[in-house]
């Protein structure tokens, strides 16, 4: 078995050996043909390089090894490519075109004079062997041009007053720096936007013109920076809005009566031809107002709104002039269907057992006329396991049944003012209602009941705040009764405790996240996410002054039922840093830690704690397998190890962290853009104190480091611009569950049989995965 393993990977090597070194062939092309192989640019500065490199046509860059690879591997039969080609796979060959060769090195000449080198050239060289071409563009950049003198010519003094107020402070066009036409070209959109949330409707970008003399000596330049007036007109015209219009679209059968009505304070004329529409819902968020300049922001931030209201599927704002220096504004809107219902399922796989969930969401979008959303959610799963004895129905090993009601009003609803303007992004308030019902055979039921108040709103574009001031829980837990007597007989009372009771609830949750809208983004910036659950600190004051039951423990109690208390925080912290094209390394780090007291100081409860493993984190681990610490289930007598599985390896501390570098391999395959990762995943779950369920598992700050667990792998992105298909294969390189360099289990995959069937004897019925495969919508983070 060894030596096929070997042989398996020899030959595996040696096949993709094979074919990064002959995807890049010319043995398919005619013999007129050639094969761009390599492309260079000689003579650039650094900083410079990978810009002008995007002037150079991509009809004459270098293929992608694996792009080409699958084309050719689809469009080839008998050593020549078909005559009906499969487009939308891979990448057909770049072939060598000497006036695509000859355009390139123009556009790349013109590049370099944006910069500055007005003096540049770029000669283009070309050699070919076997069928395969280098191109290098020989570039020769000369002294860059300085700016010298900046003359400012204004037609209007009153768009040179705006001028010096709102663009010269953040101008980048300064005497004495390098020429640059980006900066020349940012300074006139900066002026455009100037004037256009200032009231100057008409203005255009062609009133700035800028006149560029290089005549002079020692590679200076002067620029001439002119703002014309308009043709017809001495001055630029200021515009105001004098009444604005709202309309309900509807593009069914019309109602005999349409709703109308006039808003006297706010000069809004207002009909729905729906009539499910309130007026006083939407002005909240219709920045374009009587009385106000013309503003080009706030007719933009009126878009983000009302599209983000979820309630239009179509907005348009328009105007029309009704004197020289007043406008109309008009709002139309088409509503989304009223009410819709989605189904969906999948199928799961998890340690040799299989099942699967089914969900449906019925969803009204406008249930009290102001675009608020009442979701109605409903959700099945069921796990199978093979092992269990009898017919299917004894095969169940758990059961999940879940229903959610939630109504989301798209503003703030407080008992005291507060500011909804929605600037930077909608507020809303969220009221929420859960019930989850879950049975795990012969070893254990939940019955969880939740309700929560939730305020979210941004403080600015990148800073988002998510506000839960009640959050009220009910939970009964009950372990089966022969389990838990099974349990107490083998020292887990704790555990038994901690789990088969009931508990009541009310805290307050917060979160803060920093640029989250940059998580799709391919550019260099930080992302933060932290939050923090407090539960029971009220009741703790209450029960001060008012004297609550206790139960046999001597835990207070609030309607009967011990209340819960404690604190629990998570950070999320990501660096992400684009690498140039489609290329990204992003690293995380995602540490947590929950502290039960007061009334209930033992075990965190099972919704509350942190686990280790699953598709977003360490990807090497199924979900609830990994840890605490270096505890390792041979410790738990094999009678209890499968009715125990995914309730023993829990933790009130986790660190976690990630590495991962995302990169293209196919531009098209099948519709999509192929995307590949590679990743390194570290961490683990501890627990606080010592605890007899979990030997090995606590927090020591003289072991922690190595109990730290390691896994590594390969990543397929299919992304379709709507969303992500997401498969993960993690490799476990380092567990802690066993000791010394034992813990460094890559070493065994090569003899992968006898280390299972060793694991396996002492660990039945768990069986040990080298590597885990995660299917998932979306990046991992």
Same mark, same amino acid.
């Given at each position: ?338 009410? !819709? ?6 199928? @799961? +796989? $998890? =340690?040799?057992?299989?099942? /699967? *969930?089914?969900?449906? &969401?019925? %969803? ?57 303007? !929605? ?6 308030? @969220? +009221? $929420? =209602?859960?019930?989850?019902? /879950? *049975?795990?055979?012969? &070893?254990? %039921? ?336």
């Amino acid at each position: 078995m060894i030596n096929n393993l070997r042989f398996l990977a020899f030959t595996s090597i040696a096949l993709l050996l094979l074919i990064f070194t002959s995807c890049r062939s010319a043995r398919f092309l005619d013999e007129d043909q050639t094969l761009v192989a390599h492309v260079d640019l000689q003579g650039i500065k650094p900083e410079l390089k990978e810009a002008a490199s995007l002037y150079i046509s991509n009809d004459i860059k270098p293929n992608s090894r694996v792009n080409l690879f699958v084309y050719n591997l689809f469009n080839t039969k008998n050593g020549q490519y078909k005559k009906r080609n499969i487009r939308n796979v891979g990448e057909p060959p770049h072939l060598l075109d000497s006036s695509l060769v000859d355009l390139s090195a123009n556009q790349v000449k013109r590049f370099l004079f944006t910069k500055g080198y007005f003096d540049a050239q770029v000669q283009p060289e070309i050699t070919v062997k076997n069928q395969r071409a280098t191109v290098t563009f020989n570039t020769v950049q000369g002294e860059p041009y300085a700016r010298s003198n900046i003359k400012y010519s204004f037609a209007d003094t009153t768009v040179a007053r705006l001028y010096e107020q709102k663009v010269k402070p953040l101008s980048a066009v300064k005497p004495g720096a390098q020429y640059d036409a980006a900066d020349l070209i940012k300074e006139r959109e900066n002026l455009y936007l100037a004037m256009r949330n200032n009231g100057y409707f008409d203005y255009i970008r062609q009133y700035m013109r800028v006149g560029v003399d290089s005549s002079s000596k020692n590679h200076q330049l002067n620029l001439d920076i002119q703002v014309e007036n308009p043709n017809d007109s001495t001055r630029h015209q200021l515009y105001k809005i004098d009444q604005v219009f709202v309309t309900i679209k509807n593009f069914g059968t019309l109602k005999k009566e349409i709703q109308k009505s006039y808003d006297s304070i706010a000069h809004i004329h207002f009909t729905d031809e729906t009539n499910n529409f309130r007026l006083k819902p939407l002005t909240r968020y219709l920045y374009i107002k009587s009385g106000n300049p013309y503003n080009l922001a706030k007719e933009n931030i009126s878009y983000d709104r009302l599209y983000e209201m979820n309630g239009f599927r179509s907005v348009k704002i328009h105007y029309q002039k009704t004197d020289s220096n007043t406008l109309d504004a008009y709002y139309e809107m088409v509503p989304r269907p009223l009410m !819709g219902n989605q189904i969906e399922g999948e199928f @799961t +796989f $998890s =340690s040799g057992m299989s099942g /699967f *969930n089914i969900g449906n &969401t019925f %969803s009204h979008r406008n249930i009290f006329g102001g675009a608020e959303l009442l979701e109605v959610k409903l959700r099945y799963g069921i796990l199978f396991d093979p092992r269990l004895s009898g017919g299917l129905s004894n095969k169940i090993f758990n059961n999940d049944f879940q229903i959610g009601v939630n109504l989301i009003v798209p503003r703030l609803m407080a008992p005291f003012n507060v500011n909804n303007s !929605g600037q930077y992004g909608l507020p809303k308030t @969220t +009221f $929420s =209602s859960s019930l989850q019902i /879950f *049975n795990q055979d012969a &070893t254990y %039921s939940n019955r969880y009941f939740i309700n929560t108040l939730n305020y979210s709103w941004h403080e600015s574009e990148n800073k988002f705040h998510s506000f839960t001031p009640i959050v009220l829980e009910y939970r009964q837990g009950r372990l089966n009764e022969n389990f838990a007597q099974s349990l107490i007989e083998q020292g887990y009372l704790l555990y038994v405790r901690s789990n088969n009771r009931e508990y009541f609830g009310f805290g307050s949750q917060y979160a803060f996240t920093y640029n989250a809208k940059k998580l799709t983004k391919k550019e260099n910036f930080n992302y933060f996410k932290g939050s923090v659950d407090l539960s029971g600190n009220i009741l703790a004051l209450l029960s001060q002054a008012i004297k609550f039951d206790k139960n046999d423990d001597g835990e207070k109690k609030v309607f009967g039922v011990p209340y819960l208390q404690y604190a629990k925080t998570e950070l999320d912290y990501r660096l992400y840093r684009n690498l140039g094209g489609n290329r990204q390394f992003v690293f995380r780090i995602n540490p947590g830690i929950a502290i039960p007291y007061g009334n209930n100081s033992s075990l965190m409860i099972f919704e509350k704690s942190f686990y280790g493993g699953g598709m977003n984190g360490m990807r090497a681990w199924q979900a609830r397998t990994l840890g605490p610490g270096s505890y390792n289930r041979e410790s738990v007598q094999e009678d209890l190890r499968l009715n125990l599985r995914n309730l023993d390896q829990l933790g009130e501390i986790k660190i976690e962290g990630n590495a991962e570098y995302r990169f293209r391999i196919l531009n098209s395959f099948l519709g999509a853009k192929m995307n590949g990762a590679t990743f390194v995943d570290f961490g683990n779950v501890w627990r606080l104190k010592e605890n007899e369920l979990n030997p090995g598992g606590e927090f020591k700050f003289d072991k922690f480091l190595n109990q730290i667990a390691i896994g590594t792998g390969f990543g397929l992105r299919f992304d379709s611009d709507y969303f992500i298909i997401r498969l993960d294969a993690g490799l476990k390189v380092k567990d802690p569950q066993f000791t010394g360099s034992d813990q460094w289990v890559l070493q065994h995959f090569f003899n992968a049989k006898e280390f299972k069937d060793q694991y396996y004897q002492t660990h039945k019925p768990d069986r040990y995965n080298f590597i885990q495969y995660n299917f998932g919508i979306g990046l991992p983070f």
